[in-house]
């Protein structure tokens, strides 16, 4: 899941030491998120069935993990970023992005891809250090806040024609670091065009305005909608050597929301999806100790979200995940999050 922030970050200060006491400035960013489940990952089905590569869920689910990279040896934090229009192009983009270059070489897993995206994001995309805090903002919110965030540069600012060539390089060096080869920057950057080109059609066929936020917590039944583009299907077509014809599909009836900021309850397999994402994210970077410790924390804030919210059956998901957490035991809390 990539965040972005749900208000105007605002400075909070406060004073560190004993005795001569230092005055330092937090700046503080409410966030929520946008799922990559809630992008092209909603219709992976059907891409496979077009294209005739199975990967195609474990390629489209890759962008969710991009927030979990390893700074240092201890660090993890949060990418949030300054909009939902940019996150769900930064999903939308890395996505298409990942479909041609896992056509092209069939070892390519989801970690690879991870690998990728993330040190561009890492190299690339990150603006300044924030105090992020998912959802509102308590008083006690404030009490003893800590830097564990940062904002991300607008998608228009890191993902252009311009930028291109040294995006390409950087993202073809983390394929390296995972271990795969045989993709050149050269054809990174061509797919880059392409998919920066797409991401750019789909968001303004999709959402014209601004991204509606309350459509992607129940997973926008409208990207349907790309599947029947012809740029898109020209592209499908392009990557797979096949022809891509039109399909029907059966359009599900958009949900009526009344103007208020109260959004669609969550679906149990799709947060099970977004913490199975936190948590190989977590295995990737080799997390432990701190890490760990920090991740808990943010999860009890989720739990506290939740809670006002009556969402039990969510509630008891988190809670055996920061079970796990707490045992060191990443790969049972994933075994635990497959099961969904």
Known sequence: MLYFQIKEPFTIKKKIGTFRKKEIEYKVVPYTGVSGLSTLYRIHREIAERIGDYRTKEILHHTPKIEYYKKDDSTDYTIVAPSADDAFLYHIFFQ??????????????????????????HTHALDEEVYAIPGKVEPEDLKNPRINGHLMKKFDDVINEESIPQLAKTWVEGLHEAGIYGVTEKEVEQYMRKALKLAKKIKNKLHPEEVDIRLLKKEDPRIQIVLNDEDFRQFLAEISGKKI????????????????????????????AKLLGLVKGLMLAGAS????????????????????????????????????????????????LEGF
């Open 96 to 121: 298409i992005l990942a479909l041609p270059v896992a056509m092209k070489n069939k070892k390519i897993r989801g970690d690879h891809l991870t690998n990728a995206t993330a040190r561009v994001v």
């Open 289 to 336: 100790g701190e890490s760990l410790r920090n991740t808990e924390e943010s999860l009890w804030k989720e739990i506290k979200r939740l809670e006002a919210e009556g969402e039990l059956e969510l509630i008891g998901l988190y809670a055996v995940v920061i079970a796990h957490l707490r045992e060191n035991d990443l790969e049972g809390a994933e075994r635990f």
């Open 245 to 272: 014809e039109e399909k029907p599909f059966i359009e599900e009836e958009d949900e009526e929301f009344e103007d208020s900021e109260e959004l669609p309850r969550a679906d149990l397999s799709r947060e099970a």
